[in-house]
């Protein structure tokens, strides 16, 4: 079972928009709609961001975003403010046990 | 409201036993599959394996696999990771997680240390 694919870093000045990608296979991002992202910062727990592909938590932001194409999934930043850098992390059903897999992790710095 | 709250950290010897906890509550605990995620110093997450505590079928990752047990006791709201020979390399912060086809509460997190 390998990890989903996303670039290590992802840079942008305040009021920006960036967007993260997330590379599987047919077995995972792309063969279901169940494709999650999260947020975390140093020393805490991750915060679940985006579910569903493109579904908001209650709370959540609209400045975050979900997409799906074929195999990648992409989370999308608008307006990008300070507190916005953190570690980003996808996560996806899939058909291989355990059932779910993270993506590599991508650090957001806001310049 | 839901909570997961795990036991505290934790300061071990390479070779010796642990077993870390992760309490549910707010919710029906038998419902839901958790699961549980390392993150070592540094690194990205990485799922460890998953548990439903209704029939505590349980499924690991395959690196994972042989290394580590997790179990679950549904009258308690409690699931469990345990190493029975914790090594060095085993240095990390585990979180568990519940999950709903997404992970949609996350536990505060345990730091594990092994060292000599």
């Known amino acids: 079972q390998s990890a989903l694919t996303q670039p290590a870093s992802v840079s942008g000045s305040p009021g920006q928009s960036i967007t993260i990608s997330c590379t599987g296979t047919?077995?995972?991002?792309?063969?279901?709609?169940?494709v999650s992202w999260y947020q975390q910062y140093p020393g805490k727990a991750p915060k679940l961001m985006i579910y569903?592909?493109?579904n908001r938590p209650s709370g959540i932001s609209n400045r975050f975003s979900g997409s799906k194409s074929g195999n990648t999934a992409s989370l999308t930043i608008s307006g990008l403010q300070a507190e916005d850098e953190a570690d980003y992390y996808c996560?996806?059903?899939?058909?291989?046990?355990?059932?779910?897999?993270f993506g590599t992790g991508t650090k957001v710095t806001v310049l | 409201e839901v909570q997961l709250v795990q036991s505290g950290a934790e300061v071990k010897k390479p070779g010796e036993s642990l077993k870390i906890s992760c309490k549910g509550s707010?919710?029906?605990?038998?419902?839901?599959?958790i699961g549980w995620v390392r993150q070592m110093p540094g690194k990205g997450l990485e799922w460890m394996g998953i548990?439903?505590?209704?029939?505590?079928?349980?499924r690991y990752s395959p690196s994972f696999q042989g290394h580590v047990t997790i179990s679950a006791d549904k009258s308690l709201s409690t699931a469990y990771l345990q190493w029975s020979s914790l090594k060095a390399s085993d240095t990390a912060m585990y979180y568990c997680?519940?999950?709903?086809?997404?992970?949609?509460?996350w536990g505060q997190g345990t730091l594990v240390t092994v060292s000599s």
């Open positions: 997680a519940r999950l709903s086809m997404t992970i949609d509460y």
């Open positions: 707010g919710y029906s605990f038998t419902s839901y599959w």
């Open positions: 548990i439903y505590p209704g029939n505590s079928e349980t």
């Open positions: 047919s077995s995972d991002v792309g063969g279901y709609n169940y």
């Open positions: 569903e592909v493109s």
């Open positions: 996560s996806s059903y899939t058909s291989s046990t355990p059932l779910y897999v």
